[in-house]
């Protein structure tokens, strides 16, 4: 969408004399902006507002809500499916001139028993709803039960994998029930049980190990139970099976343990490295068979194996910070490609600033690297995060509803109301099919 809006402003001109024309194929109609998922989760921000909606932020583009199934670089064209979901297949053809991929990525999961069944992904607003959701029904299931394992299955909340993601989820859902457990008579906090668990020897891999470091120490200040160099090997029947030998029963697995490229670029013929990902120059072309920019091809994102001059040229790794900034990039050397072919003068490298990444850990507290290589935590670190997140956000209005949440709740207390009926809404109407009892009034 950043790329497509950027293309959008330098060609308004063109697109409006219809010598151009910008399609966007994606499946939701809408862009997700991940790095706050973690407070949608928690209910400080309203879901709403941490989605753009395509057809209003790119008003001069043709946006096709379907998912592209196979690309053919070598005729310059692509298929998409344009049906719903469980319908029957509907392709759409699309032949084009330039190709700018930039599908993202999805979750890297893993052949581990259980972990299908019971396992609960956090890369989509439905996911950040429907955990927090889930969160709150345990709490009313400890609360209301007599069973004692139950009760301790039901307070007992798994996370594997110890990035941004995952450590953001926790320490914000982790903050959350702590507020929610005040509205129960028999539970308190000290009852609840989070788990983190991490196969390498850290957390926050991204991080410098200082920082990582303290964000490790405020989570276990918390309570919260941080296994390194350990492994999920089972979660079948709702019981965790480690690699360090535990062994306990959870009714709450968060799986965040990184992600994989889309798996459409398996179905293109574009160039691949073993990662699965697009191999590019520092120019975010693709690279062709003799090493050369391949025409017509772009590339940004989590689905781009760009070149890191700060990572001794190792490819950038997936994260928001990168992929805002290579869409931009990308549709300024497209604009110059199209006024002077793909080697032409004008054409600029990928040369990214420092990592400045952050993360909160609930209210009022967060850790951040600053891009002058600062490390701040605690408060100024949260303001910091959330000027940074507020800043980022590819849509005006949505600033303003993300910062409003904010003064909202700083004003009143976070709800913490489940609202699970909302992903199942027909529940309530096909019990009643059931109940045998006839409604004979009039309709």
């Given at each position: ?75 310059r064209r692509a298929w998409a499916d344009a049906a719903a979901p469980g319908e029957p297949p509907a392709p759409v053809e699309l032949d084009y ?105 850290r957390i926050l891999a991204e991080e410098s190990p200082e920082l990582a470091a303290h964000t490790l120490a405020q989570l276990r200040d918390r ?101 805002f900034a290579q869409a931009e990039l990308l549709a300024a050397n497209v604009l110059v490609a199209l006024e002077g072919g793909p080697r032409a ?99």
């Amino acid at each position: 969408m950043s790329a497509a809006l950027h293309l959008q402003r330098g060609l308004r001109e063109r697109l409006r004399r219809g010598e151009v024309e910008i399609t966007v194929v994606e499946p939701q109609s809408y862009l997700t902006y991940h790095p706050l998922l973690a407070e949608v989760a928690a209910g400080s921000i309203d879901p709403r507002h941490v989605v753009v909606p395509l057809r209003r932020t790119l008003p001069e583009c043709r946006v096709l809500t379907a998912r592209i199934t196979r690309i053919e670089h070598a005729t310059r064209r692509a298929w998409a499916d344009a049906a719903a979901p469980g319908e029957p297949p509907a392709p759409v053809e699309l032949d084009y001139d330039v190709l700018v991929v930039a599908p993202g990525s999805v979750s890297r999961t893993a052949p581990v028993p259980g972990l299908a069944e019971h396992g609960l992904g956090f890369s989509t607003v439905g996911e950040a709803v429907g955990l927090r959701n889930h969160v709150l029904e345990q709490l009313d299931l400890a609360s209301a039960t007599r069973d004692p394992a139950l009760r301790q299955a039901a307070l007992t909340f798994v996370f594997v994998g110890a990035g941004y993601a995952g450590v953001g989820a926790l320490a914000e859902l982790e903050d959350m029930a702590r507020t929610a457990v005040r509205g129960y008579h028999n539970i308190s906090p000290e009852d609840l049980r989070w788990v983190l668990v991490e196969a390498t020897d850290r957390i926050l891999a991204e991080e410098s190990p200082e920082l990582a470091a303290h964000t490790l120490a405020q989570l276990r200040d918390r309570s919260v139970d941080v296994r390194l160099r350990t492994r999920l090997e089972s979660a079948a029947g709702r019981v965790m099976v480690l690699s360090d030998g535990s062994r306990f029963a959870a009714r709450t697995l968060v799986w965040t343990a990184g992600v994989r490229p889309s798996p459409l670029l398996r179905d293109t013929d574009l160039p691949l490295d073993t990662t699965g990902r697009i191999r590019c120059l520092a120019t975010l072309q693709a690279v062709g068979p003799d090493g050369r920019a391949l025409p017509g091809v772009w590339a940004a994102g989590d689905c781009a194996a760009v070149p890191d001059p700060h990572a001794d040229g190792a490819p950038c790794v997936p994260n928001a910070q990168h992929a805002f900034a290579q869409a931009e990039l990308l549709a300024a050397n497209v604009l110059v490609a199209l006024e002077g072919g793909p080697r032409a003068e004008g054409i600029v490298e990928y040369r990214p600033d420092r990592p400045a990444c952050s993360t909160s850990l609930g209210l009022g507290r967060a850790v951040a690297h600053t891009s002058r290589g600062g490390r701040l935590t605690g408060r100024r670190a949260w303001w910091l995060h959330r000027a940074r997140h507020l800043r980022r956000l590819p849509s005006a209005d949505r600033r303003v509803r993300v910062l409003m949440d904010w003064v909202l709740g700083g004003l009143f207390s976070r709800e913490v109301v489940s609202l699970g009926t909302l992903e199942h809404p027909r529940s309530e109407f096909e019990a009643g099919f059931g109940t045998g009892v006839t409604d004979d009034r009039p309709t």
